[in-house]
């Protein structure tokens, strides 16, 4: 197996390209459906395309790197390239879509040489289900690489689809505390539709060109550059890579801001740029977000452990962070078979460390793991939640981590972070890192996208990065539209990354007329990937629930190993199967505001039987039969609905 840090040095032998003009190189996938074609312009810079199956996807893009001492957008040759080499990782995941996972690419790096002599060095990966490209610079003659800006563009035809959620303003929104991923999206729109908010927008970003699908993201994030998104380019349907906004930058215990942007006197190695690429069923279904990213850390994983988890906050807000009510849904998780209870925000306020260890102990006795939440914050923003500013420095983490992990604390929730800079990229990694060190699993809230984090910190169980269930029960205009965006989220937000939505109401939401059926609430629970999925049902809600439907929530796997897209389309429906061990689950929803009717061919699970629950007459009732994998099912789900189903 070849690791992804060192494949720049064992690529082979490289050969001179000859002229500043060059003939387009053509890359293409292990079976040949996916082509890429890198090749200097008449104007002397750098670009690419990408076919599939001999259709134009990606049309002619820029590629170019500019740091302060050294101008890769312009006055480029390509001075040498290497041979084609095959790649292969075979690699396994707790948080995902799959367990076993096995990428094959193949691979081919291009030397860069700009017209004072200074080199760049571009690495391509083409895989049977996308494309990837990472920059990086080693040339000894430049001393510090300081970035500048890169020149990466995504060219679509002008009659391209997509699906895109708006990057916020830096420090706006509730204190100050965007950017947060926490936007609805611009579904089904013409390329080269501007941002509502103005600032691009964020990964993923879905595309549907000449019924090819992609999605456009970035991987293997180590700590050393920013974060980026997605801005309008110069041409019609052209998307360019821009870098994050000035405020997003860590500040220290000091009142010291972090860098903004990547910068290194060594090597300056950018993250993988990503396309997911082909039918849906193949995006659906694709890995590629942690393909790219780099192994797992050494570390000792007996404490990780994927599940499901109780939340009293996502419906009953800040009073209900007491002692008692922490205690109550202690045992809410133990009768649901729950793995834990999530303590949020002033729980050192309202309960403190002492009767914080009384709890520990208590839900131990009942095999229930204690989460609890911290303020991620130092001065970026204006929030007045605690514990706040524990964490912003190594000493005060491994203090703070010290005393949990003595308590028996399994796992901590942080929120409120300050954007994509450089510097926030870090300390995240930095948290990870000690968290690891001290046995907690992590969860991140009011952040950045994972970007395949789970992958290299098995720590890492889930990361907010969407708005969540809590909007939808803070504001009807956030509650109406929750259907739709739920469905486009699983096709973008969730395609790669574990995704923290908190799903799942029955019973009413204080102010708020829920539009969502039952049924569509109980398939979030199957359809969502997140390591641990926090639970929003309160246990007056949960009362409501006939007992198949709690059986199914307590049996509900914590991992899966295999997924299959069965239909469906971003924003309208979806249906999914996902296995774990000898069962497979099966869940739909239907966003559109039309009954939608699906008959499912079962037959891929092989000869099982099992059970199947949708609506029952009315939108808060459920239904429940026995089925087997011999007979075809037709399902007619109203608008809003859902359904399950378990084969074994």
């Known amino acids: 197996m070849k690791k992804i840090g060192s494949y720049l040095v064992m690529l082979g032998v490289f050969v001179l390209a000859g002229c500043s003009k060059s003939a387009p190189e053509l890359l293409t996938s292990p079976d040949k459906q996916i082509q890429v074609k890198v090749f200097v312009t008449q104007q002397n810079t750098l670009a690419y395309s990408v076919d599939r199956a001999s259709q134009p996807v990606i049309l002619e893009s820029d590629l170019g790197l500019q740091l302060t001492a050294a101008d890769f957008t312009q006055g480029v040759a390509i001075d040498s390239r290497s041979s084609i080499v095959s790649v292969a990782d075979d690699y396994t995941m707790r948080v995902g879509k799959k367990s076993k996972i096995s990428y094959q690419a193949n691979e081919q790096t291009f030397i860069v040489k700009n017209a004072q002599q200074q080199k760049l060095q571009i690495g391509f990966r083409v895989s049977n289900d996308g494309v990837a490209f990472r920059y990086s610079v080693n040339d000894p003659s430049i001393a510090q690489k300081q970035f500048v800006k890169e020149t990466t563009s995504f060219n679509f035809s002008p009659t391209a689809k997509a699906w895109l959620q708006p990057m916020s303003v830096a420090q706006t ?15 089904d729109v013409p390329v080269g539709t501007e941002s509502t908010l103005k600032q691009g927008w ?8 000449a019924d ?6 970035e991987t293997g994030m180590d700590g050393t550059w920013h974060g980026s998104h997605l801005q309008l380019g110069e041409k019609p349907g052209e998307y360019t890579i821009v870098p994050p906004q000035t405020p997003e930058v860590f500040i220290s215990a000091k009142g010291e801001k972090g860098a903004l942007l990547a910068n290194a006197t060594d090597t300056l190695e950018s993250p993988w740029r990503i396309i997911a690429l082909g039918s849906l069923a193949q995006l659906m279904e694709s890995t ?3 393909d790219l990213a780099a192994p797992a850390i050494p570390i000792d994983e007996g404490f990780i452990k994927p ?13 209900f962070t007491t002692f008692d009510v922490q205690k109550k849904f202690i045992d809410y998780a133990a009768d649901m078979h729950w793995d834990y209870t999530l303590i949020d925000a002033d729980w050192d306020k309202k309960i403190g460390y002492e009767k914080l260890q009384e709890l520990v102990d208590y839900a131990a006795q009942k095999n229930i793991g204690v989460l609890v939440w911290y303020n991620s914050s130092g001065d970026w923003n204006e929030t007045p939640y605690t514990p706040k500013s524990q964490l912003i420095s190594h000493e005060l983490r491994v203090a703070e981590f010290s005393r949990l992990q003595k308590i028996g604390v399994k796992g901590v929730k ?9 510097s926030f990229m ?13 046995e907690l699993s992590v969860n991140f809230h009011g952040a950045t996208l994972p970007r395949g984090w789970q992958r290299t910190y098995p720590n890492l169980m889930t990361m907010e990065s969407i708005k969540g269930f809590e909007f939808t029960t803070f504001s009807q205009a956030d509650q109406d539209p929750v259907a739709a965006h739920v469905v486009t989220a699983l096709f973008a937000r969730n395609l790669f990354d574990p995704m923290d939505y908190t799903p799942m109401a029955f019973g009413d939401i204080p102010s708020i007329k829920r539009v969502t059926e039952n049924s569509f609430e109980l398939a979030e629970s199957v359809l969502m990937i997140s390591g641990i999925q926090h639970f929003a049902e309160i246990p007056e809600g949960m009362a409501t629930a006939p007992e198949y439907v709690k059986n199914f929530l307590r049996d509900l796997p914590r991992e899966w190993d295999e997924v299959k897209f069965i239909d469906g389309y971003p924003g309208k429906f979806v249906v999914i199967a996902r296995k774990a061990g000898d069962a497979w689950y099966i869940a739909g929803i239907n966003a559109e505001s039309e009954a939608k009717t699906l008959t499912l061919d079962l037959s891929f699970v092989g000869d099982k039987t099992g ?12 239904s429940h039969e026995e089925i087997d994998s011999k007979t075809p099912q037709t399902i007619t789900l109203r608008p809003s609905a859902g359904f399950v189903m378990v084969l074994k």
């Open 307 to 319: 599940g499901h988890s109780s939340w009293s906050w996502a419906i009953l807000k800040d009073d």
């Open 414 to 422: 942080i929120d409120f972070f300050g954007g994509d800079g450089q």
């Open 202 to 209: 964020v990964f993923p970003a879905l595309f549907n060109a």
């Open 611 to 622: 059970e199947l629950i949708t609506s029952g007459e009315a939108e808060r009732d459920f």
């Open 173 to 187: 929104g509730w204190s100050n505390t965007n950017p947060s991923y926490e936007e609805h999206y611009q579904a």
């Open 288 to 290: 590629l977000g942690t």
């Open 212 to 217: 090819h699908w992609l999605a456009i993201s």
């Open 426 to 438: 870090q300390y995240y990694i930095d948290i990870l890192q000690d968290a690891a060190a001290h």
